[in-house]
């Protein structure tokens, strides 16, 4: 297991990773969720002891990576940084590294075959393609059979096959009960890969969830009604004092409706209906609606924007901008 207690880093002046606190559960996948310069390549270079904290810590079955012996049986990474020597083959890069931690030559064998480098495992890396390469540092990541994986941003430059490939390793790699830590600036990407959520915005913790609470909570959840009769609807609506909106098409929608209670009073009131449908918001639209939430959490309460009146943890990629309200701060207000 991966736990962080306060981890923090600066450069100079930057706070690249603020006080982060969370643990990598086991047996799912995790997804690390930032936009781009949150903190997660810093995050996990820390992981790995490759950049030394600031404050706070972090634990690797309770050990600092540094005080693991054969660190490559614990935990295997890849990094964005690829290193690996462009002379080497792709077979040798590996026969090397499972020496330093006294994995047997057929393990080497076993994790080509796995990440599909057979047919090119004795061909130099310089001529790899950057899916062969990130198969490469995958194979890397697996040869001490590690309980933990941990890949920075493994699909960026992928194309679809590759994208699809790493999917299904992730998720199989999870489902042997190992821990597989994954970061993405992607929310679509993140959307069909992570079970768990740990989001991040300029370097602090925004959430830490289960993908379906953090979907829950975030993404707006409607039932849509679509009638030929709409003054009627409207009539029984407001008789039965629930409130709606207009939807897509002429269509009515009441938000966080229940199925179940909308279909029994149409029926109680002879009302038909073409439609009757949950909407659930997808983990793209929840992020924005988190946006949209701090913009009202700082018209009301003030707090939230920092001193420097600087745009939100999203930064300017995202579409409304300001600091949002983090969701750790709503659940512990909530409990
Ligand atoms: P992410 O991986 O989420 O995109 P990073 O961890 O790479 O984010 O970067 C977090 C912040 O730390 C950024 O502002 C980045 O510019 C800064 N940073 C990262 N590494 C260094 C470094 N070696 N020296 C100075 N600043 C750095
Ligand atoms: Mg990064």
Redesign the pocket.
């Known amino acids: 297991m991966i736990e962080l207690h306060d981890l923090t880093k600066r450069?100079?002046k930057?706070l690249?990773?603020d006080r982060l606190s969370f643990r990598v559960p086991q047996g799912v996948v995790t997804g690390f969720l930032?936009?781009?310069?949150?903190?997660?390549?810093?995050?996990m270079r820390m992981i790995l002891d490759l950049d030394r904290p600031t404050g706070g810590r972090v634990t690797i079955d309770g050990k600092r990576y540094g005080q693991l012996s054969e660190p490559l049986k614990y935990i295997g990474a890849l990094l964005?940084a690829k290193a690996v020597h462009p002379g080497r083959t792709a077979r040798d890069h590996l026969l090397w590294l499972a020496q330093s931690n006294r994995i047997p030559e057929r393990r080497v064998d076993e994790v080509l075959a796995l990440v599909g480098l057979t047919p090119v495992a004795r061909k130099r890396a310089r001529g790899f393609s950057l899916g062969m390469g990130q198969r490469l540092g995958i194979a890397s990541a697996l040869l001490g059979d590690p309980e933990i994986v941990m890949f920075?941003?493994p699909v960026n430059g992928l194309d679809p096959e590759g994208i699809l490939w790493i999917r299904t390793l992730m998720k199989r790699l999870a489902t042997e009960g190992r821990t597989v830590f994954v970061?993405s600036?992607l929310m679509s990407e993140m959307a069909v890969t992570a079970d768990h959520l740990v989001v991040?915005g300029r370097?602090r913790l925004l959430a830490d969830m289960p993908m379906p609470e953090f979907i829950r909570r975030n993404a707006r959840s409607a039932v849509r009604l679509r009638t030929p009769q709409p003054e009627r609807l409207l009539d029984v609506l407001a008789g039965a004092g629930i409130r709606h909106e207009a939807g897509p098409g002429g269509s009515y929608e009441v938000v966080d409706g229940d199925l179940a209670e909308l279909g029994e009073l149409a029926a109680a009131h002879n009302l038909v209906l073409h439609e009757l449908s949950p909407q659930q918001a997808s983990l793209e639209e929840a992020f924005m609606q988190m946006t949209a939430d701090s913009v009202e959490y700082h018209a009301g309460a003030g707090p939230g924007r920092d001193a420097a009146g600087a745009p939100g943890p999203w930064g300017a990629d995202w579409k409304a901008g300001g600091a949002r309200r983090p969701a750790a701060a709503q659940q512990q207000e909530e409990n």
């Open positions: 450069y100079g930057t690249a990773v930032g936009p781009n310069g949150a903190g997660k390549s810093t995050t964005e920075d941003e970061s600036h991040i370097g």
